[in-house]
């Protein structure tokens, strides 16, 4: 059984975790920034010491991709600085870290799936900022850890694409989402479940690995679509009458810079954990359905 601290606890990757909880024998410290300050090392090592913490999920993130433009100092102390915190408790203590990114650290430029060693390249702060915690425990190299890249996440918990869409579909008779930016959606109960499952396992860096440091992996859900195809599956389970129309990135400018291609390659995780990943559109059928809105 571990002591599991779980970062980032209101998020929706927190947020499922502490759903599935109860179906796993450890002991779980979900914790928010009112009570942990992760960008405080001091007080990560209190809480850590007082609760015999051996595990840490690093489910927090500063994720708002558009203001952090804009507020680069505490996108930096969230997704980069808390980060390196961590690790060097981690490492110091002995403790299991996984941490999850995301596919913002790449360029989007690519023409096929990334895999964990494609070279990366952000085009935000946001992307910049998790790139840089990234290495930052790539660096320090606390034994046993491994950071879990993931995209387009959504949740019943949450603000998340698919609640948008599910709102504004039945506000609005006709709605343009973009379809020239293609990845996978991430279901945060799947990614939630997985991580719950890699740790049943007891060791985060199988000893075939090719190397003894932090490992990184790449999970979303199965398949490949734009947001526009997202949209109109939402609206079809839905049963919205709502119509979605195709537009180009171009007619929708925001102040950060989006991947137009990240899809995630996830042979990797699945090799080494022996992990059954759900197709996108099962794991949104389940989660509207969760959500009463499946009709």
């Given at each position: 059984?571990?002591?599991?601290?779980?970062?980032?606890?209101?998020?929706?990757?927190?947020?499922?975790?502490?759903?599935?909880?109860?179906?796993?024998?450890?002991?779980?410290?979900?914790?928010?920034?009112?009570?942990?300050?992760?960008?405080?090392?001091?007080?990560?090592?209190?809480?850590?010491?007082?609760?015999?913490?051996?595990?840490?999920?690093?489910?927090?993130?500063?994720?708002?991709?558009?203001?952090?433009?804009?507020?680069?100092?505490?996108?930096?102390?969230?997704?980069?600085?808390?980060?390196?915190?961590?690790?060097?408790?981690?490492?110091?203590?002995?403790?299991?870290?996984?941490?999850?990114?995301?596919?913002?650290?790449?360029?989007?430029?690519?023409?096929?799936?990334?895999?964990?060693?494609?070279?990366?390249?952000?085009?935000?702060?946001?992307?910049?900022?998790?790139?840089?915690?990234?290495?930052?425990?790539?660096?320090?190299?606390?034994?046993?850890?491994?950071?879990?890249?993931?995209?387009?996440?959504?949740?019943?918990?949450?603000?998340?694409?698919?609640?948008?869409?599910?709102?504004?579909?039945?506000?609005?008779?006709?709605?343009?989402?973009?379809?020239?930016?293609?990845?996978?959606?991430?279901?945060?109960?799947?990614?939630?479940?997985?991580?719950?499952?890699?740790?049943?396992?007891?060791?985060?860096?199988?000893?075939?690995s090719a190397e003894n440091k932090v490992q990184i992996y790449h999970y979303s859900n199965e398949g490949v679509l734009?947001?526009?195809?997202?949209?109109?599956?939402?609206?079809?389970?839905?049963?919205?009458?709502?119509?979605?129309?195709?537009?180009?990135?171009?007619?929708?400018?925001?102040?950060?810079?989006?991947?137009?291609?990240?899809?995630?390659?996830?042979?990797?995780?699945?090799?080494?954990?022996?992990?059954?990943?759900?197709?996108?559109?099962?794991?949104?059928?389940?989660?509207?359905?969760?959500?009463?809105?499946?009709?």
């Open positions: 059984m571990n002591n599991i601290l779980v970062t980032g606890a209101n998020g929706q990757v927190g947020s499922e975790l502490r759903e599935l909880a109860n179906n796993y024998n450890h002991t779980f410290f979900f914790t928010d920034r009112e009570s942990l300050d992760i960008t405080c090392k001091e007080a990560i090592e209190s809480f850590v010491k007082k609760n015999s913490i051996n595990v840490i999920i690093n489910a927090a993130a500063y994720t708002a991709v558009d203001k952090a433009e804009e507020d680069y100092e505490n996108a930096n102390k969230v997704n980069h600085l808390a980060v390196q915190y961590l690790a060097e408790i981690a490492k110091d203590k002995n403790i299991k870290l996984i941490h999850i990114s995301t596919d913002y650290v790449f360029d989007g430029k690519n023409y096929k799936p990334y895999t964990e060693d494609d070279p990366t390249n952000p085009q935000g702060v946001y992307g910049q900022t998790k790139l840089d915690g990234e290495k930052a425990m790539l660096s320090i190299n606390p034994k046993n850890s491994v950071v879990i890249r993931t995209s387009w996440v959504y949740s019943s918990f949450g603000n998340n694409f698919v609640k948008t869409m599910l709102q504004l579909g039945k506000e609005r008779e006709e709605l343009g989402v973009i379809y020239d930016q293609v990845g996978t959606p991430t279901y945060a109960r799947d990614l939630a479940e997985a991580i719950l499952e890699i740790l049943g396992t007891g060791i985060l860096v199988p000893a075939n734009s947001w526009y195809d997202f949209a109109k599956e939402i609206m079809r389970m839905a049963k919205l009458e709502c119509q979605i129309k195709p537009i180009e990135t171009k007619e929708y400018p925001t102040p950060a810079k989006r991947p137009h291609y990240s899809l995630l390659n996830k042979a990797k995780i699945k090799k080494e954990f022996n992990i059954e990943i759900p197709y996108w559109k099962d794991s949104l059928d389940e989660c509207l359905k969760i959500m009463g809105e499946r009709r």
